[in-house]
């Protein structure tokens, strides 16, 4: 592997993006800004080939997601196909379009969990985040997953419209049967960036839920799980993204363009690899794209006599890139960064009710 003294892993985990298309139009979501076309989707047959690819070279798990995957009707196939390849699936959903006859279909083709996206416990905040009525089919979906015997768990990207709410978003969880529940505060990609004025939090906010956190886990211990992804532009601590970069998954966007990780198609560009064209492992191991910022040689200073450097690997490429506008630097979050100081202003000036959100257009068809 280029630059690094760690041998190259097989990943273990896939991101299948099915669509781009969604009934919501989320204010922080991380897709990007020009979305792939429902024509240039990557049929059924080509998803069988990418999950029997994926389990040849050690993918043991895929998040099939989106968009909204319920948008593709032949996405019954796609789970036999990951199913039959061996391959643990996870449906990553707005519920929304999620009813009893489709989730069966769904079960007996092979689908193991369902992950649920939630914007808010009150209905009226939740569309204003979402951009879109979908709260109540969100507790449909939910019911239908217990009711399933499936594991559920929810997946809310918190920012300053919701941290606030964290009690209610728990609470929420804890009557619809979820097990686990993910928090994860906003990554300022795509959307999200777009937005990043009207979601950005102060310190305060973040501290008084990541309170809240703790005293939730206390109460729930052996009863539900509780993950809290940190807010790196508050905490000012890089993040070890995707565990490094092409280090432990990648993605497949809508089109079979393959990427080290969600956010990395602006980065790449053109550069990245696609499975029409080239064989996972291969692109895995072998592409340029994949090797990029894998190991050390890539570093600059002063990621690269910094102690943390096997340990957040110089913070998010994508991220750097976004800010800076070159992805070799130390990641823009992290404290030690020379450019920290423009993150540590935009957190400074945080604060108040959210603003207006701008919101994303559905892909063309």
């Known amino acids: 592997m280029t630059g690094s003294a760690r041998p190259l892993e097989p990943p273990w985990a896939l991101l299948a993006e099915l669509t781009h298309g969604c009934p919501l139009r989320c204010a922080y979501c991380s897709n990007p800004t020009e979305l792939t076309s429902r024509a240039a989707e990557l049929t059924a047959t080509q998803w069988r080939d990418v999950m029997r690819q994926a389990a040849d070279i050690g993918i043991v798990q895929t998040h099939l997601s989106g968009g909204e995957p319920l948008l593709r009707r032949d996405l019954a196939e796609i789970v036999t196909a990951a199913d039959s390849a061996g391959i643990h699936t996870q449906l990553v959903t707005s519920g929304v379009g999620l009813h009893e006859a489709r989730l069966a279909a769904l079960v007996d083709a092979g689908l ?5 996206s939630v914007q808010h416990a009150d209905p009226q905040q939740a569309e204003l985040i979402a951009g879109a009525r979908a709260l109540t089919a969100k507790e449909r979906a939910a019911g239908l997953a217990r009711a399933a015997d499936l594991p559920l768990g929810l997946n809310v990207v918190l920012h300053r419209a919701n941290l606030d709410a964290l009690d209610g978003i728990v609470e929420l969880g804890l009557a619809w049967g979820a097990e686990r529940i993910e928090l994860a505060n906003t990554q300022f990609y795509g959307w999200a960036l777009r937005n990043r004025d009207a979601l950005l939090p102060d310190r305060a906010q973040v501290a008084r839920a990541r309170e809240r956190v703790e005293r939730w886990r206390e109460r729930l211990a052996g009863r539900m799980e509780l993950v809290w992804v940190a807010p790196d532009y508050v905490d000012g ?8 970069w092409g280090a432990i998954s990648l993605t497949v966007a809508p089109d079979g363009t393959v990427l080290p990780c969600p956010a990395a198609g602006e980065l790449l560009g053109r550069d990245a690899p696609n499975v029409k064209d080239h064989q996972l492992g291969w692109i895995w191991r072998e592409s340029a794209a994949f090797n990029r910022y894998r190991g050390e040689s890539w ?6 006599s910094c102690d943390l450097r ?3 690997f110089g913070g998010c490429r994508c991220q750097a890139y976004a800010l800076t506008g070159d992805a070799t630097r130390t990641d823009p979050a992290c404290h030690r960064s020379p450019d920290n100081g423009a993150v540590r202003a935009l957190v400074d000036g945080a604060g ?10 559905p892909p063309k068809t």
């Open 112 to 116: 193991r969990s369902v992950q649920l």
């Open 237 to 244: 601590i890089a993040k070890p993204c995707m565990g490094g």
């Open 299 to 304: 570093m600059r200073e002063p990621c690269r």
């Open 310 to 312: 096997t340990v957040d």
């Open 352 to 361: 108040g009710s959210a603003g207006a959100f701008a919101y994303r257009a």
